[in-house]
T-cell receptor
Framework: AQTVTQSQPEMSVQEAETVTLSCTYDTSESDYYLFWYKQPPSRQMILVIR??????QNATENRFSVNFQKAAKSFSLKISDSQLGDAAMYFC???????????FGTGTRLTIIP | KAGVTQTPRYLIKTRGQQVTLSCSPISGHRSVSWYQQTPGQGLQFLFEYFSETQRNKGNFPGRFSGRQFSNSRSEMNVSTLELGDSALYLCASSLATTSSSYEQYFGPGTRLTVT
């Protein structure tokens, strides 16, 4: 069974600064996808960024980028130029190729300090 | 394009009752997954439906069931409610294709409280 670990329950960052959220996972599969989701206090889970395991290039979406280290089974999220609207719970998630079951980490609560 | 919708948004039930939650996926999405979110257990996968067939099932008791209709709308049912079933129930839809990287888009959730 796959597992996802987020070792930072809480993080805080000054507005406009950069923060990195950590995620490690365990799997014996070679084809899979990794995601970061954001859940603001409003509860709606929002997809932030995705990474296909077969791609060596790290995914980037505007101010959000990942550092994907397949051999180390590490998938960290970097948020640049942090904004107040980035405050939320961030979940790292794993999905096997061809399977719709997302396995989530326990989440990291990100606070933005004005 | 409209997002995933879930009804109702809030629900209060009594132990022993049953409940039905509804989810309407994004237009064109044929896969619907359900997740339970609690402070203690986090986010857990319940089941996934594709073209009216259950393809995947999580580790939940048989009291939790679901179905999908021909228009891809899905319902989940919980019978004989227990206090521990109090949770946020999230529905997610997906194109379920390689080209979409199996991205799942979530609805706002239904907050179920069992008293």
């Amino acid at each position: 069974a796959q597992t996802v670990t987020q070792s930072q329950p809480e993080m805080s960052v000054q507005e406009a600064e950069t923060v990195t959220l950590s995620c490690t996972y365990d799997t014996s599969e070679s084809d899979y996808y990794l995601f970061w989701y954001k859940q603001p206090p409003s509860r709606q889970m929002i997809l932030v960024i995705r990474q296909e395991a077969y791609k060596q290039q790290n995914a980037t979406e505007n101010r959000f980028s990942v550092n994907f280290q397949k051999a180390a089974k590490s998938f960290s999220l970097k948020i640049s130029d942090s904004q107040l609207g980035d405050a939320a719970m961030y979940f790292c998630a794993y999905l096997n190729f061809g399977n719709e079951k997302l396995t989530f980490g326990t989440g990291t609560r990100l606070t933005i300090i004005p | 394009k409209a997002g995933v919708t879930q009804t109702p948004r809030y629900l209060i039930k009594t132990r022993g009752q049953q409940v039905t939650l509804s989810c309407s996926p994004i237009s064109g999405h044929r896969s619907v997954s359900w997740y339970q979110q609690t402070p203690g257990q986090g986010l857990q996968f319940l089941f996934e439906y594709f073209s009216e067939t259950q393809r995947n099932k999580g580790n939940f008791p048989g009291r939790f069931s679901g179905r999908q209709f021909s228009n891809s709308r899905s319902e989940m049912n919980v019978s004989t409610l227990e206090l521990g079933d109090s949770a946020l129930y999230l529905c997610a839809s997906s194109l379920a294709t390689t080209s979409s990287s199996y991205e799942q888009y979530f609805g706002p959730g239904t907050r179920l409280t069992v008293t």
